[in-house]
């Protein structure tokens, strides 16, 4: 190979790591704006539903801390990393809906909670390039609280007002997988999770 040559192999071999390197920060979801806030994902209800949690105010003295009924989502494809290797992805996103509790009369159904209106909206973020020095490298972030609009960029919440509580009672990477049948039923199984719980 003369120098010409080399040279041209040399900068495109550059080109294609610096290329990769890029590809490789922006994995995963999560988009951000300029100011670093995270864009709400439109197409979230698309995504993994991995859970639903109820803590109904009227078993915890009228006010439950967390209302009442949430649902949990992953990105797809930190789902099917998952699934490989029952590990959260650089790049995994979750979203969690916090919905009241409508009817407690079910039709026909037995007497229940039934989801009522939605009234929160979260996310968790992981990546180690732009939270390098938060817990897990998770980044927690709230779009929309009762009595507030709905914001579609939101700033990364105190650390301690979220993370601290993941880290010391989640039993995966900050991420609370015990809750979680449809993650502990496809961890590292590389199927879809339609088999028992682990
Ligand atoms: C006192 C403990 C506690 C605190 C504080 C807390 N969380 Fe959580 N979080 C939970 C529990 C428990 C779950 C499991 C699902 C459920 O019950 O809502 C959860 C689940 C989540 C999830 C779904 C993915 C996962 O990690 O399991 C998101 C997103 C989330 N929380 C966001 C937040 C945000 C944003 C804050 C701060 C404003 C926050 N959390 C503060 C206990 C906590």
Redesign the pocket.
């Known amino acids: 190979m003369n120098l010409k040559k080399q040279l041209v192999c040399g900068l495109s071999g550059l080109i294609f790591s610096a290329v990769m390197a890029s590809s490789a920060m922006a994995a995963g979801v999560a988009q951000f704006n300029d100011k670093g806030e995270l864009l709400l994902p439109q197409d979230y209800r698309e995504w993994v539903m991995v859970?639903t949690?109820v803590?109904p105010n009227e078993l915890n003295d009228g006010k439950a801390?967390?209302t009442e009924i949430?649902t949990?989502y992953?990105d797809p494809d930190s789902y099917a990393h998952w699934k490989k290797t029952g590990e959260f992805r650089e790049g995994a996103m979750?979203?969690?809906e916090?919905v009241s509790v409508g009817d407690r009369k079910g039709p026909g159904s037995g007497n229940g909670y039934f989801m009522g209106d939605y009234i929160g909206l979260?996310?968790?973020v992981k990546d180690s390039q732009r939270f390098p020095d938060e817990p897990g490298n998770?980044a927690?972030?709230?779009f929309y609280v009762p009595d507030s609009p709905l914001v579609t960029a939101a700033k990364h919440?105190p650390t301690a007002?979220?993370?601290?509580?993941?880290k010391d009672?989640?039993a995966t990477d900050?991420?609370?997988?015990q809750?979680?049948p449809v993650l502990r039923a496809a961890k590292e199984t590389g199927e879809s999770g339609v088999v028992a719980p682990k």
């Open positions: 859970g949690q803590t801390p967390f949430r949990v992953v979750t979203v969690k916090l979260e996310a968790s998770w927690f972030y709230i919440h007002e979220c993370a601290a509580c993941h009672n989640a900050m991420v609370f997988t809750f979680y």
